[in-house]
């Protein structure tokens, strides 16, 4: 072969022989030509319908979200062809995020890994410039930056059980923010038990993970435990069976505890639930936000409930109710193995004791030594 068909290895380039003798870089300008034109919108779904079939719904619907949000901001910069992405668009992004909506650190990590994920799904598509996704930066989190605090303190619990019970008794919105509370479970494993999994002799909730039938639990097998009930929610969902529950079964025939006329009671439905009745305007009858108006306030609608800043998703609820058993000196173990929670992250996400608390609870046990 003569010199000027050699191939020459050339550094990070892409080689093209040449007869003239050489090798030459593409430009900029012809890789992007060999990029495949995409709306970002469509990209999105696409990358989501990818990985369905591989990560939780719960993932998913963050994943979503998060996209979403993406998109849009590249719709208002009249983005229309994913191609066009480059590393200083989603710095600028982040930029604009921070600004506008106050990122938490956290937050602002499980964004920009979301959207690092899915540019690097893109890469393989030929959507955007090969290796773009090592160009976007992630915050590295340090010490708590990592752990969120948002808590319901057992007094607003109280309030908000209270209200729902004497305007709402026994319904859905009652049982199901009720149970939350009381089992200190995730809103996945409330709406994966079945009118079977209750027994009103004994008294007892038994969680199962059903993945192949739609609801499967966080630790898969290891979260399956039977759990006592109060006498006061024995009552509530005794009541709830036999007066209000819908007689309705499942797309996989199965009988749900907490259902609608539309079958089983929907993960979204359960979030809608805490944020609409942790509103102050609801249990208490006022707003603490100065300046707004409860006649006027968007976050009455239904849409908008999650735009009240004083309203809660159903995580909180569990944080709290977590606490509240802590400084009612419940054992960890206990807690534990009720929450299906290690004692490890019980100490590091959903403890919100204060040092000064944990020393006077050590207190009282000082006179039995």
Known sequence: MSDALQDTYVPNAIRVPLLSGGLLRKSKSK???????????????????????????????????????FVDWLDERGIDNLNELTGRLVKEYKLHRRKESDWAPSTEKSNLDTIRVFVRWAEGIEAVEANLSQRIQSPVLNGDENVRHTELDSETSEKVLSNLETYHYC??????????????????????????????????????????????????????????????????LDDWIAYKRPEVVDEYGRKPLLSSKNGRLHGSTIGGYAYKYTQPCKYDGECPVDGR???????????????CPESVSPHPFRRGSITHWLRSDVPPRVISDRADVSERVIEKHYDERTELEEMEQRREFLDSI
């Open 31 to 69: 890789l992007m030509k060999e990029l495949e034109p995409i709306e970002p919108a469509l990209s999105v779904e696409m990358y989501l319908d990818d990985r369905r079939s591989h990560q939780s719904k719960a993932t998913t619907t963050a994943h979503r979200s998060r996209l979403s949000s």
């Open 171 to 236: 319904s859905t919105q009652h049982v199901t923010l009720a149970l939350i509370w009381h089992t200190m479970c995730r809103r996945s494993a409330v709406h994966a038990l079945d009118l079977k999994d209750y027994d009103p002799k004994d008294q007892h909730l038994r969680f199962v993970h059903r993945p192949e039938s739609g609801t499967p639990l966080k630790n898969k097998e290891k979260s399956n435990r039977y759990m006592a009930v109060s006498d006061s929610i024995a009552e509530l």
């Open 293 to 307: 108006d409860q006649e006027s306030c968007t976050a009455a609608s239904h849409q908008k409930i999650a735009d």
